[in-house]
C-alpha cells in the first residue's frame, strides 16, 4: 500500500511524516506524532474527546481523514499553552472543578477555547450550543459552563486574574473550595489513560465476539488466522492454564467462551498482532461454528421448570435471592385501612463513560505478569487472575491507570484475562483498546428489574406493612448481581418505619447482555418504586406528599427492616431541603402540567431551543417554551 | 474501519471527474466524510475496504456561491456551518439557518456538506426538507471525451429511496441551486432524541411571506422529511394557506389535514401525531421569524405576541 507523507503545521511546528491513506487524522495525532491529548470516545463523531483545530476551525478529528490536513495548521491541546504552563481557560478549568475523570476535558477545553474564540461574547445559551458536540458523563456541565464564563469576563478584563487563585481555606475543609490535585494534569490533555500509552514492541489485541445469544461451539479454527503475516499469537478458552471463572461473587465467567456463548458479544477469541489493522482482518479468518440453543430473554420465563438452562451449575437460573422478613405480613395488611398494589419496570442502562475499555499487559522480566488498565477494582481482579493463570499472587500485578469515568461498569475483568493470556504466549507486551460499539456490546449494564409491589397503610398516611418483590435480569454472568440484590433489598422501602415487611430480590440468568455494578447498585430501581408508591398513596389518602413522608419516616432510634438502630437520621432536614427549593405547591399531588404553580421557576431548566446566535443576528424574537 | 489503497486530492474538477471515471469498482467520493466514516463501523457496514477514495474538497471550482435570477447556486463545497456564518446566505435562505442550528454540532458542521447529505439520500436528512422547500435541484457534472457536461435534476426526484439517487457512474455532484427566498420567514422543526447530534426522527422545513401588514399569507412553502422514504413537500397545505387571511384556527386546520399526505417507515400513530404539530410550528415560527414584518393574527392569542 503507497503510505501517504502529510507535511503539516501541528502547534507551530513544521512536521512531515508517513502514515496510511486511510489514517484519520485522529490516529495520526495519536499513533504516528504520540500526541495523546485527543480522544477516541466514540469514534463516530458523536462525543467530541477527539476535538482538534484545524486551520484555526475545530473538527471531530476521527471524523476526518488524515490526508485532509495536509498542509493546514493543526492545534491540539498539547499546543494550546506552553509546556508546563496552562491558559487561562485550563486554569479556570481547574479553579471550577470542572473535571472528574478527565477523558472528555481536553475535548471540552478545545471546544470552550473554540467557542471564546468565535465570539467573546457569546452568552451562556451561545457558550452551551457550542459546546453542545462535547458530551461530559462526569461532571454535570454546570462547573464546565462556569469556567467558560469565568474565562469570558478574565479575558473580556471584567474579573480580575486573582479568581483563579485557589480560595483560602478557613478553619475545616468542608464546605471550602479545594482545587483538585490532578486537573492541571486533565486539562492540559497530559494525562495518560490506558489507550495513550505505548510500550516498546507492543502488540495490539482484537476480540472475535459472539452473533449468537446462546450457541454450542463446536469448533473454533484458528490456523488460518494465526499463519498470517504480522499475527502474533491468536488465543481461546484452551489457552487458559489454571482454573477458568471470574465474577464479583460467582466465579461463573470464563476469560472467552468455553464450550458455549451466552450473549451475543461474548470474547470467543482474540488475536494479537503488529497492528490493529492486521488482528482484525485475521478476526475474519478464524472459523467458529457454532450449533445454536434455544434462548431465555424474559426474566419471568427463567425460573419456570422447562426453561432453558444457561450455567450447568444453576438448573434454576436463580443467580441470587434475597429475602428479608420483619414482623407479620399478614397482621400488617389485615390493619391497613386501604391497601394499594402496582407493578414498575425498569430499563437497562448502559454506563456511556466516556473512555472506552482499554488495558496492557506484558510479562516482565521476573516473570510476573502485569496488567495494566482502568479496573475499578484491582486487588480482586488480581487475585482471580492468580487463579485463572495458575501463578502466585506475587507472579501476578495489577496496576491501575486513570479510569475514564466507570461508574460500577469496570468493576468487571471482562478482558483483562485475555491480554495476559496474549502476554504470556507471545513475551511481548500486548494493548486492547475496545471501540465503543464493542464497549457497549460488551460490557455490564444496570439490572432491568420488574417489581411488584403491595402496600397497606391507614387513613392517616401511617404505613402498615410492604411487600416488595423484584426480579432482576442478570443476564449471561453473575458479575456483581448479588451485591445489587442484596443493596436493592436493604434499600427498598426506602427511609420510612414500617413494622411488617416481605422484601424478595431475586436475580436470574438469562440470554441478554450481563448486568453488573451501577451507581446506586439496585437503589435506584428500588427507589424509584418505593416513592411512586409514596406519591400514589397520598394522591389516594388526598395527603401532601411531604407530609406523608414525613409521617412514615425513620427517625434516631428507629429500627430499619434489616434491623439496625439508627444513630442518626436526616431524612426531616433532607424533606425540608427539597420542599424549599422545589416550591412546592403544598397539598394533595391531584393537580398537573400548566395549572401547578411549582413549574417553571427561576432555577427550573427550560425545554429545549437552539439558535441562540441566530437571534442574535436577526435580533428577532423568537417565541420561546414552545411546549407541543 | 474504512481503509483504502489510495486517497487522491485533486484540485481540479477535470481531475476528479479523470480519476473518478478511471476508479476501480468499489472506490468512494469523499466530501465531509461525516456519512462515510461512520458508515464503516461495526453495527452498520463494518469494516470496508475500498479501492479508491477520492476527495472533493480541495477542488476550487466548487468552493463558494452565486446568487444570480432569483437563484443561489451553491457550490458542492458549501457546508452547513456557512448558513451560520454567511450572512447572505443566511438573508437568502431563511430556512437554512434553522436547518443547521438543530443539525449535529459546530464542528461537524464545518465538514458536513450540503451536497453531501443530499447524496446520502436518508431518510432522516434534515437537509432536504429544507431544500425541496427552496424547489431545490441539484447539479451533476461527468466527463464526456475532454469536455464537462451538466445537468440539473430536482431535489425531489433526485432523491428516489433511502440511500438512493439518480447520480450515475463516473457523475459528481457539483452544486446545489436554490430560490432566493429574501424576506421570507423561515423555520425548521426536528425531533430526535437529544437536542445536538442527533438524527431526525422527523423534520420540517418552513417558508412564509405574510404581506406588508402581516395579515395575509403572500407564499407558503412547506416540506417534511423522515415520514417516508422520499422527501415531501405539502403542496396542498401550501395551496389552502395562500391570499387567506393569518389565523391560528387556519393553521390548525391546515396542519390537521396535512397527516393525510404523510406516509411513514414506522411508529405511524406518533409520526402522524408530530407532523400536525411540525406544520403549525413550522408556519407560526416562520412567520415570527419573517424579518420587518409584524404578524397581526385574527384571532391574536395575547401570551405568544404580547
Ligand atoms: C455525529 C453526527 C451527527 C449528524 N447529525 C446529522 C443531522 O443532524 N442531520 C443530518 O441530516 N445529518 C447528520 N449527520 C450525517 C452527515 O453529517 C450528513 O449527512 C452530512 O451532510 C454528509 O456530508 P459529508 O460532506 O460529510 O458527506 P460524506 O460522508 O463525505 O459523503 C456522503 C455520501 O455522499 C457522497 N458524496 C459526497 N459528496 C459528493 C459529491 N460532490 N458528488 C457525489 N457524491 C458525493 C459520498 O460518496 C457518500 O456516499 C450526522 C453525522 C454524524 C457523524
Ligand atoms: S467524536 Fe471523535 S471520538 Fe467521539
Ligand atoms: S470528566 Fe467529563 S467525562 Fe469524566
Known sequence: ?628 | MLTCDTYHTPHSLAEALELWSKAPEGSRIVAGATDILPWARDGRAGDVHVPELIDVTRISELDGYTVQNGRVRLGAGTVYQDFLTEQTLMRYLPCMPYCSIWFADDQIRAQASLTGNLVNASPAADGTPAVVALNGEIELARLDGEDIVRRLIPVVDFIRGPGQTQLTKDEIATAVVLDTAQGYGGSFQKVGLRRSLVISVACAAGLVKADHDGRLFEDVRLAVGGVGPRPIRLLEVEQSLKGERISHDLIEQVAQAATDTVGSRSRQEYRREVIVNFVRAAIEDALTNQPNVNISFEDAREEHYA
Not at chain 1, 136 to 160: N, Q
Not at chain 1, 305 to 315: G, L
Not at chain 1, 330 to 358: C, M, N, R, W
Not at chain 1, 413 to 438: C, D, S, W
Open chain 1, 1 to 628: 500500500m503507497p503510505k501517504l507523507t502529510i507535511t503539516a503545521n501541528v502547534n507551530g511546528r513544521k512536521i512531515s511524516r508517513e502514515t496510511q491513506p486511510f489514517s484519520r487524522l485522529l490516529d495520526f495525532l495519536r499513533e504516528d506524532l504520540n500526541l495523546t491529548g485527543a480522544k477516541e470516545g466514540c469514534g463516530a463523531g458523536e462525543c467530541g474527546t477527539c476535538s482538534v483545530f484545524v486551520d484555526g476551525t475545530l473538527v471531530k478529528s476521527c471524523l476526518m481523514p488524515a490526508a485532509k490536513a495536509q498542509g493546514t495548521r493543526i492545534e491540539t491541546i498539547e499546543g494550546l499553552a506552553k509546556p508546563g504552563s496552562l491558559t487561562v481557560l485550563q486554569k479556570a478549568f481547574h479553579k471550577t472543578g470542572a473535571s472528574q475523570c478527565g477523558y472528555c476535558i481536553p475535548g471540552m477545553v478545545m471546544a470552550a477555547t473554540s467557542a471564546l474564540r468565535e465570539n467573546p461574547n457569546a452568552d451562556i445559551e451561545e457558550i452551551k450550543e457550542r459546546l453542545g458536540g462535547n458530551i461530559c458523563r462526569c461532571t454535570g456541565y454546570t462547573k464546565i459552563f462556569e469556567a467558560v464564563e469565568m474565562t469570558k469576563a478574565i479575558l473580556a478584563g471584567d474579573s480580575p486574574e486573582s479568581v483563579l487563585e485557589e480560595d483560602k481555606v478557613g478553619d475545616s475543609y468542608i464546605g471550602a473550595n479545594v482545587r483538585r490535585l490532578d486537573a492541571p494534569s486533565k486539562v492540559s490533555g497530559r494525562l495518560k489513560y490506558a489507550a495513550d500509552i505505548k510500550m516498546y514492541d507492543m502488540l495490539q489485541m482484537q476480540v472475535l465476539r459472539s452473533p449468537f445469544a446462546h450457541a454450542t461451539i463446536r469448533s473454533i479454527d484458528t490456523h488460518e488466522a494465526e499463519a498470517m503475516d504480522g499475527v502474533a499469537c491468536v488465543i481461546t478458552a484452551d489457552d487458559v492454564p489454571g482454573n477458568d471463572g471470574f465474577g464479583v461473587f460467582v466465579h461463573d465467567q470464563p476469560i472467552m467462551a468455553r464450550g458455549k456463548v451466552r450473549h451475543v458479544g461474548e470474547a470467543v477469541a482474540a488475536v494479537a498482532a503488529e497492528d490493529v489493522l492486521t488482528a482484525r482482518r485475521a478476526l475474519s479468518k478464524i472459523k467458529v461454528e457454532y450449533e445454536a440453543l434455544p434462548g431465555l430473554y424474559d426474566p419471568s420465563e427463567a425460573m419456570k421448570p422447562d426453561a432453558p438452562i444457561i450455567h450447568d451449575y444453576a438448573p434454576d437460573n436463580l443467580i441470587k435471592h434475597i429475602p428479608i422478613r420483619k414482623g407479620d405480613i399478614e397482621k400488617g395488611f389485615a390493619e391497613a385501612d386501604i391497601i394499594l398494589e402496582d407493578d414498575f419496570s425498569t430499563q437497562q442502562v448502559e454506563h456511556a463513560y466516556l473512555e472506552p475499555e482499554a488495558g496492557i499487559a506484558y510479562v516482565d522480566p521476573d516473570d510476573v505478569v502485569v496488567v495494566i488498565s482502568p479496573s475499578q477494582n484491582i486487588t480482586h481482579h488480581r487475585h482471580m487472575l492468580a487463579e485463572i493463570i495458575a501463578k502466585p499472587i506475587n507472579k501476578v500485578r495489577f496496576i491501575m491507570s486513570p479510569v475514564g469515568g466507570g461508574f460500577g461498569g469496570k468493576e468487571d475483568m471482562i478482558y483483562q484475562g485475555m491480554l495476559a493470556l496474549g502476554a504470556m504466549k507471545t513475551h511481548r507486551p500486548v494493548q486492547l483498546n475496545f471501540t465503543r460499539e464493542e464497549s457497549l456490546i460488551a460490557s455490564a449494564k444496570r439490572h432491568p428489574a420488574r417489581i411488584h409491589y403491595k402496600m397497606g397503610l391507614k387513613l392517616d398516611g401511617r404505613l402498615t406493612a410492604i411487600s416488595f418483590d423484584m426480579l432482576s435480569d442478570g443476564g449471561a454472568y453473575g458479575m456483581s448481581s448479588e451485591g445489587v440484590m442484596r443493596k436493592a433489598a436493604i434499600l427498598s422501602c426506602g427511609p420510612y418505619k414500617v413494622d411488617n415487611v416481605n422484601i424478595d430480590t431475586r436475580a436470574v440468568y438469562t440470554n441478554n447482555t450481563p448486568s453488573g455494578a451501577f451507581r446506586t447498585f439496585g437503589g435506584m430501581q428500588a427507589q424509584f418504586a418505593t416513592e411512586s408508591m409514596m406519591d400514589m398513596a397520598a394522591e389516594t389518602l388526598g395527603m401532601d406528599p411531604f407530609a406523608i413522608r414525613r409521617i412514615n419516616m425513620m427517625t434516631i432510634g428507629a429500627t430499619t427492616h434489616t434491623q439496625q438502630t439508627l444513630e442518626t437520621a436526616s431524612l426531616d432536614r433532607v424533606l425540608a431541603a427539597a420542599e424549599t427549593a422545589s416550591r412546592w405547591e403544598k397539598g394533595a399531588p391531584t393537580v398537573r402540567g400548566s395549572e401547578r404553580r411549582d413549574l417553571c421557576g427561576p432555577d427550573t431548566r427550560q425545554s429545549c431551543t437552539l439558535g441562540a446566535r441566530i437571534k442574535t443576528n436577526h435580533n428577532n424574537p423568537r417565541f420561546c417554551a414552545q411546549v407541543a
